[in-house]
């Protein structure tokens, strides 16, 4: 069987478009499609790359080519007021629950947060709330985020990312093979079919 590795960090409404449409991509190619999670902020550091807010013109175009996607793919996308979030306690959350049998459900919880119904997840109370609707225990997840053992885990994942030559999110491989974009997701179902 075929795998998309799904570099993604919840911060990207890129990635968030992203995770919603692979659904389909793997369900038409049987593809399994392994979600990565990845520090953002830790990728643009180590290679030099910013947040395409920084350049006025590019973050207007970005809202509108996403809009646009979202519109194209009957995705549902909100603007987040408060963007941009720190994301490194989801993140954190993320490689936390990995190997939990419940990962996804937390991951589509995390990215409708942030995109489709936007709340303010730079506020902890708000975490546990995201948590505690998608069936988790708030204190012992927090707990087990928090550890050196899952901050050593996300920071492993995120330099050996950048090892790979990975500069933004989301991020797909097909083997060795590399896409950055939700708009490159059409060439990355194609690479499964072969």
């Not at 988790?136 to 950048?162: C, H, I, M, N, P």
């Amino acid at each position: 069987m075929p795998t998309i590795e799904f570099l993604y960090d919840f911060g990207s409404p890129a990635s968030y478009l992203a995770h919603c449409r692979l659904k389909g991509i793997g369900a038409r190619t049987g593809a399994a499609v392994v979600h990565m999670p990845i520090l953002l902020g830790g990728v643009f550091k180590a290679t030099g790359n910013a947040a395409p807010m920084t350049v006025p013109a590019k973050g207007r175009w970005l809202d509108l080519d996403l809009a646009r996607f979202a519109a194209r793919d009957g995705v549902p996308l909100a603007a987040n007021p408060w963007f941009p979030v720190n994301t490194i306690t989801l993140m954190r959350l993320a490689t936390a629950l990995v190997d939990d049998p419940r990962y996804l459900r937390f991951v589509d919880f995390a990215f409708d947060a942030m995109w489709h119904y936007p709340r303010n997840l730079g506020d902890p109370a708000q975490v546990i709330a995201l948590l505690a609707n998608a069936g988790f225990d708030a204190a012992a997840t927090l707990a087990q985020a928090g550890s050196d053992a899952v901050k050593d885990r996300l920071r492993a994942a995120t330099e050996a990312a950048v090892a790979r030559d990975v500069f933004g999110a989301p991020t797909f491989f097909v083997g060795d093979a590399m896409w950055f974009g939700q708009d490159r997701l059409d060439w990355v179902e194609a690479a499964v079919r072969v």
